[in-house]
């Protein structure tokens, strides 16, 4: 059981990329799925959350401007990211947990698995 997280990349402010999370050795039909991310100096924050009944609930932060998604196997997840800004540089990481089985998407060490992570650099 695997998670691998891809898609990110060096973007001019404004510009957009989509990050994906593809799983391996399961699908994502009973879990839900978060990303998160880290800038140097800072703490891991949550970003967006994706529930196997496909609702969604996004970090203020990113409202408006990211989406996250299934894909129609339900193997893989996406986070598109629009308007991208300087400040969302940081290191984006995915992770799964079952779904209701957390209290809280934001919190980490509520997740069963992760995965690595990609780097999103937002400069001009």
């Known amino acids: 059981v695997q998670l691998q997280a891809s898609g990110g990349g060096l973007v001019q402010p404004g510009g957009s990329l989509r990050l994906c999370c593809a799983a391996?050795?399961?699908?994502?039909?009973?879990?839900?799925v978060g990303w998160f991310r880290q800038a140097p100096g800072k703490e891991r924050e949550g970003v967006s959350c994706?529930?196997?009944?496909?609702?969604?609930i996004y970090a203020d932060s990113v409202k408006g401007r990211f989406t996250i998604s299934f894909d129609n196997a339900r193997n893989t997840v996406y986070l598109q990211m629009n308007s991208l800004k300087p400040e969302d540089t940081a290191v984006y990481y995915c992770?799964?947990?079952?779904?209701?089985?957390?209290?809280?998407?934001?919190?980490?060490?509520?997740?069963?698995?992760w995965g690595q992570g990609t780097q999103v650099t937002v400069s001009s």
């Open positions: 992770a799964a947990v079952v779904t209701g089985d957390y209290n809280d998407w934001t919190t980490w060490d509520e997740y069963d698995f």
């Open positions: 994706i529930s196997s009944d496909d609702s969604t």
């Open positions: 391996s050795g399961f699908t994502f039909d009973d879990y839900a």
